[in-house]
């Protein structure tokens, strides 16, 4: 499958929401997102199926299966460094915030790679 903007934004929240909290559930997501809850539910459903995250049936808890929590450390390293480079050119946090959010999606690995390379040379001369 190929991923979509929507389901790497879904995957980097549970991500983010597992680091803070024991169980992440789909209403924890909604909330996150300002989604509503239906629209969760069908993009849980729609991750489960193709692989990415397993749902407790009694619980209701959404775990990150293999290739789902790869995809997440992804899409939020890109969000962190994308974030990081832009405040680091003088964008105020929540601009920089906001435009990682979109970059993170279609920035290549080649590009990417060369951003992070370029920002970890930058903070070693600080």
């Known amino acids: 499958m190929n991923m979509h903007e929507s389901g790497e934004m879904y995957l980097e929240t549970i991500l983010r929401l597992s680091e803070s909290r024991s169980i992440v559930r789909s209403i924890d997501v909604a909330q996150a997102m300002n989604f509503s809850k239906p629209s969760v539910s069908r993009a849980m459903k729609n991750l489960r199926e193709d692989g990415y995250i397993s749902v407790d049936p009694s619980t209701g808890e959404i775990t990150l299966l293999s290739k789902g929590r790869v995809l997440a450390e992804k899409i939020y390293e890109r969000h962190r460094v994308i974030t990081e480079s832009l405040e680091y050119l003088g964008v105020p946090h929540e601009r920089a915030q906001e ?7 279609v920035i290549s ?3 990417f790679a060369a951003l992070k390379n370029h920002l970890n040379e930058h903070r070693e001369k600080k």
């Open 109 to 111: 690995d080649e590009s």
């Open 99 to 105: 435009d990682a959010c979109r970059i993170e999606h």
